[in-house]
């Protein structure tokens, strides 16, 4: 079990610029979701994969952004004319099949700063 | 509208002795709840989880109480350990028949454990 992996860890740019992650999930696991969370808070949900079909989206996930799961496997998550409201922490989680008690297990995040 | 709150923001025990950290919600539809620990620069990790017909679930030193009346739940550590700083998130999925599988944190409370 080699954990979900994310990158970049980090990522630097200027407002304005698209700016893209990656999640891999845990190889079994066939749900896939993306948070996003910034200072003192917790977690929130933006959108959530079952293989490759997106399920959910939250109202927080604005125009500005769009996640893929082409194949099933690995996700990206892209954020156009980046803001700075937009710099956060973005987490991704993935899970087994089976009910809403499954729990999410969570990658370390790359952390979005916006100049 | 905050469904899943964490009114401590900070709490710091001696090692040894208990930690009790509390959750409160306001949805009386949720019916699993789950505790995540998270250290910096790391991502959420599973800890442990109850389902709504429990009022009790103890995994080694972690115990979570819930009581439904209330709409309570807290986490008890015991014995605390300096290894335990960290900060807990309470969390909540919709309930079983929703077909939603988004996780509704609480803001943290960070733990601090002093040798």
Redesign the interface.
């Given at each position: 079990d080699t954990g979900?992996s994310?990158n970049p860890r980090h990522k630097i740019t200027k407002r304005g610029q698209n700016v893209t992650f990656r999640c891999d999930p845990i190889s079994e696991h066939n749900?896939l979701?993306w948070?996003r969370q910034t200072l003192?808070?917790?977690?929130?949900?933006l959108t959530?994969f079952q293989n490759e079909a997106q399920l959910?989206k939250?109202r927080l996930l604005s125009d500005r952004f769009s996640a893929e799961r082409p194949k099933g496997s690995f996700s990206t998550l892209e954020i156009q004319r980046t803001e700075q409201g937009d710099s956060a922490m973005y987490?991704c989680?993935s899970?087994p099949r089976g009910?809403?008690?499954q729990?999410?297990?969570?990658?370390?995040?790359t952390r979005l700063s916006i100049l | 509208d905050q469904q899943?709150k964490q009114n401590s923001?900070s709490l710091s025990v001696q090692e040894g002795r208990i930690s009790i950290l509390n959750c409160d919600y306001t949805n009386s539809m949720f019916d699993?709840f789950?505790w995540?620990k998270k250290y910096p620069?790391?991502?959420?990790?599973?800890l442990i989880?109850i389902?709504s017909i429990k009022d009790k679930n103890e995994d080694g030193r972690f115990t979570v109480f819930l009581n439904k009346s209330a709409k309570h739940l807290s986490l008890h550590i015991v014995p605390s350990q300096p290894g335990d700083s960290a900060v807990y998130?309470c969390?909540a999925?919709?309930?079983?028949g929703?077909g939603?599988?988004?996780?509704?944190?609480?803001?943290?409370t960070k733990l601090s454990v002093i040798p």
């Amino acid at each position: 079990d080699t954990g979900v992996s994310q990158n970049p860890r980090h990522k630097i740019t200027k407002r304005g610029q698209n700016v893209t992650f990656r999640c891999d999930p845990i190889s079994e696991h066939n749900r896939l979701y993306w948070y996003r969370q910034t200072l003192g808070q917790g977690p929130e949900f933006l959108t959530y994969f079952q293989n490759e079909a997106q399920l959910e989206k939250s109202r927080l996930l604005s125009d500005r952004f769009s996640a893929e799961r082409p194949k099933g496997s690995f996700s990206t998550l892209e954020i156009q004319r980046t803001e700075q409201g937009d710099s956060a922490m973005y987490l991704c989680a993935s899970s087994p099949r089976g009910g809403s008690n499954q729990p999410q297990h969570f990658g370390d995040g790359t952390r979005l700063s916006i100049l | 509208d905050q469904q899943v709150k964490q009114n401590s923001p900070s709490l710091s025990v001696q090692e040894g002795r208990i930690s009790i950290l509390n959750c409160d919600y306001t949805n009386s539809m949720f019916d699993y709840f789950l505790w995540y620990k998270k250290y910096p620069a790391e991502g959420p990790t599973f800890l442990i989880s109850i389902s709504s017909i429990k009022d009790k679930n103890e995994d080694g030193r972690f115990t979570v109480f819930l009581n439904k009346s209330a709409k309570h739940l807290s986490l008890h550590i015991v014995p605390s350990q300096p290894g335990d700083s960290a900060v807990y998130f309470c969390a909540a999925p919709p309930y079983s028949g929703a077909g939603s599988y988004q996780l509704t944190f609480g803001k943290g409370t960070k733990l601090s454990v002093i040798p």
